[in-house]
C-alpha cells in the first residue's frame, strides 16, 4: 500500500515568487492536512480537507492556499514568497477528517527554501 | 488556546539505559494524543494515539501512556536505532486539529 506521496521534494524560489506544492494521500483516505515545520516553532497546522472542502484553518496568512480534488489529491499555494516562509511542509492524510480522531499519516514532506 | 510542552527537549542515553519522555498538555476537551516518531529529512512516522486516562499501549521497546494532563513515552533498554525526535500532538473537537509539542530529540550511544 502507498503512502502518502508529496512533491516536489525540494525547492528553491526566490522572494515575491510563489509556489505550489502537492500531496497524494493513502489510497481511500479521503482527509488531507497540512503543516509547517520550522526549527524554531515546531509543526504547526495549515488546513484541512475533506471531500474537497476545507474544514479548519490555522492562524496563517491569506498568501497560504489549499484546495482538495475530487481524487482526495490536495494542492497548497504560497503567493508572494517571504524569506520567513522557509519550511518543510508536511501533508498529512487520514480516512476520515480530524473530528473522526482517526489517525494520520505523513508524507516524507517538501523542503521549500526562499531566498 | 490548546498547549503541548514536551521535556526535556533533548536526551541522550546509553544503549540499555532506560528513560521516559514527557508530554504535558493544556486543552479543553481532549479527544485524542498521539506520538510520533521524525527521523531527519522526513515525514513523522505514527506510533501511538491515546484516547483516555489510564490507557497504555506498546510497541516493541516504547509504552505510551497517559493521564489527564499529561503523556509518558517510556523507552525500554534504547539501541541506537531508536534516536530520533519523539513529537507529541493532541486532537480536541473544538479545534479540530492536532496540536503538536515541539518534540524531543533522543540520541542513544552504543
Known amino acids: 500500500k502507498a503512502g502518502v506521496t508529496q512533491t516536489p521534494r525540494y525547492l528553491i524560489k526566490t522572494r515575491g515568487q510563489q509556489v505550489t506544492l502537492s500531496c497524494s494521500p493513502i489510497?481511500?483516505?479521503?482527509?488531507v492536512s497540512w503543516y509547517q515545520q520550522t526549527p524554531g516553532q515546531g509543526l504547526q497546522f495549515l488546513f484541512e480537507?475533506?471531500?474537497?472542502?476545507?474544514?479548519n484553518k490555522g492562524n496563517f496568512p491569506g498568501r497560504f492556499s489549499g484546495r482538495q480534488f475530487s481524487n482526495s489529491r490536495s494542492e497548497m499555494n504560497v503567493s508572494t514568497l517571504e524569506l520567513g516562509d522557509s519550511a518543510l511542509y508536511l501533508c498529512?492524510?487520514?480516512?476520515?477528517?480530524?473530528?473522526?480522531?482517526?489517525?494520520?499519516?505523513f508524507g516524507q514532506g517538501t523542503r521549500l527554501t526562499v531566498v | 488556546e490548546d498547549q503541548v510542552t514536551q521535556s526535556p527537549e533533548a536526551l541522550r542515553l546509553q544503549e540499555g539505559e532506560s528513560s521516559s519522555l514527557n508530554c504535558s498538555y493544556t486543552?479543553?476537551?481532549?479527544?485524542?494524543l498521539f506520538w510520533y516518531r521524525q527521523d531527519p529529512g522526513k515525514g513523522p512516522e505514527f506510533l501511538f494515539t491515546?484516547?483516555?486516562a489510564g490507557e497504555e499501549k506498546e510497541k516493541e521497546r516504547l509504552k505510551a501512556t497517559l493521564t489527564k494532563k499529561e503523556s509518558f513515552l517510556h523507552i525500554t533498554a534504547p539501541k541506537p536505532e531508536d534516536s530520533a525526535t519523539y513529537l507529541c500532538?493532541?486532537?480536541?473537537?473544538?479545534?479540530?486539529?492536532?496540536?503538536f509539542g515541539k518534540g524531543i530529540t533522543l540520541s542513544v550511544r552504543p
Open positions: 498529512a492524510s487520514s480516512l476520515g477528517p480530524s473530528s473522526m480522531n482517526t489517525e494520520a499519516f
Open positions: 489510497s481511500g483516505h479521503r482527509s
Open positions: 480537507y475533506f471531500s474537497e472542502t476545507q474544514r
Open positions: 486543552v479543553s476537551g481532549l479527544r485524542g
Open positions: 491515546l484516547y483516555s
Open positions: 500532538a493532541v486532537y480536541t473537537g473544538a479545534n479540530s486539529k492536532l496540536t
